[in-house]
Structure formats: C-alpha cells, structure tokens
C-alpha cells in the first residue's frame, strides 16, 4: 500500500487556510486603523475622553495590534518578504521597497517588545486588554521611563515609516502605473484604481 499519496493533516490544515499574500493583505489593512487610533489616542488623552472603559478598549485594540505585528514578524521570519518589488522600479527603489518592508516589519516587533518592556519594569501588573498579564511587576521606575520613551518614539517613527511606506507605493501606481496599490487593495476596490 502507497502512503505517500494520503494527504496528510498539514496538508488538510494548509488546504482550508488563506493563501499567504491573502492573509497578508488582511494583516496589513487590519493594522492600518489601529496604526491611527494609536497615533492619535495616547493613553491620557484615552483617559480624559472615557476613563476606564474606553482604556480597556485601548488595552483590547492593543492586544490585536500586538498579536497582528508578531505574526507578521513569524511569518516573515519563516517565509522571508511576500511582496517582490516589480519589475518596473528602478534599482534604487528596490532597494528602498526591501528597506521599507524590512523595517515596518521589525518596527513592529520592536513596538511589541517594547510594551512588554513596559510591563515588566512597571510598579503593577499591566494586563493587555484586561485580562492578559504583559510581564511580572519589577517596579523598576527608571527603567519604565526610559522603555516607555523608547516605545512612544520607536512607534512615531513606524509611523511615519509607514507613511513614507504608503507615499512610495502610491507613487509606484501612479507614475510608473505598476498597479502597486491593486495588488494590495481588497478585490472589491480594484475598479477604483
């Protein structure tokens, strides 16, 4: 009897998953309006809008932006890139589109190292969306201060990675018209583009 023909269960997993640059591009758009909501909802301006409900609702958005990022940051470490640069770009903008990918990617888990720096050198035991510890309590006040700046200027610097990030491929679209931003987009967007 042949066994090599039976499909395996990793191969019944595999069938009924996403392809890859599917749940990519819903990682992607996933991350995007939580990238605004926490450029922009800091944790005392969350406070002063509303209290303790609404920071457990950030706590919450920022468990999934943690959990999003290191699966990114897996499965680029298992796979390499998804996206290739095109063939339309000149070299310096491959180079730029592999620096550009690579950083966003490890800026993320840099952000998600980061929190948990937080939590661990914090006086209490921080937990993510309320009910997740991030880290034992250390209380080690200087060390919290110094992560928590490295955490806020680390994720401005995403950010605004990540727009530089989204300026090139808008660019790649419209001027070398290589359809950058259709390969990214949900199908159902694409007659826009």
Known sequence: MDHSKQPTVRDALTARLPHRRTALKWLHWSLVPLMVWFTFMTPEIVLRLGGQTLFQVHSVLGLIFVTLALLWTADYLRRGLAGRPGPKLP?????????LHVTLIWGLFGVALTGFLLGLTSATVLKAGGVL?????????????IAGLVHTIEFYLLAAIALVHAGFHIWRHFRLKDNALRIMVPRALHRYL
């Open 133 to 145: 510890p991030i880290a034992p309590a250390l209380n080690l006040p200087k060390a919290n201060e």
């Open 91 to 99: 070299p310096w903008g491959r180079r730029l589109h592999r620096a």
